[in-house]
């Protein structure tokens, strides 16, 4: 064998070397091919977990969109029919101070009439004053006419007897 000494005497030879390392350099390509192919196996499969759980969140994402626009419709629908009801309180309050403001009189309007019955009381009271003396004067005089038919009637009644 060529390039051997007389002491140290190896098997391997050129060829063989070469046979050695291709079989080594195959088997770690294989290796390799393998592990990509595994490294290529779990990315398709987290690629396609992805995807299912995007696919997943926006499903998600669209029932609570949609649960979020059917409240809104009925917060709206509450809303609407609780204006509605503030609109006829309102129309109903503003009727009933329309009423209050058509029945009661205006102050000066009853200050006015205020003074015209003070006024009228006024002349009704010296009337019945004045009606009252009048009426105790006439029962005076009654008085003073019954007491003195009665002293008459008395001085009659003692001449006689």
């Given amino acids: 064998m060529s390039g051997e000494t007389a002491r140290q005497e190896s098997g391997w030879s050129v060829d063989t070397l070469k046979d050695h390392l291709t079989a080594l350099m195959e088997e770690s390509e294989k290796r390799l091919t393998a592990s990509d192919n595994a490294a290529e196996l779990r990315n398709e499969q987290r690629f396609t977990a992805q995807q299912q759980a995007i696919k997943d969140a ?11 626009l059917v409240a809104a419709e009925k917060a709206v629908l509450v809303a609407e029919n609780n204006a509605e009801k503030w609109r006829a309180s309102a129309n109903e309050w503003r009727g009933a101070m329309n009423d209050r403001e058509r029945n009661l009189m205006p ?13 009228k009381i006024s002349i009704l009271a010296s009337r019945m004053d004045k009606n009252e003396g009048r009426t105790n004067g006439l029962l005076t005089i009654f008085a003073i006419i019954a007491a003195l038919a009665g002293l008459v009637s008395i001085f009659m ?3 006689k007897g």
Avoid: C, G, M, Y
Avoid at 107 to 119: F, G, V, Y
């Fill in 58 to 68: 926006l499903i998600s994402q669209k029932e609570a969109v949609a649960a979020a």
């Fill in 107 to 119: 102050r000066l309007e009853a200050e006015q009439s205020t003074r015209a019955n003070a006024e």
């Fill in 157 to 159: 009644a003692l001449r």
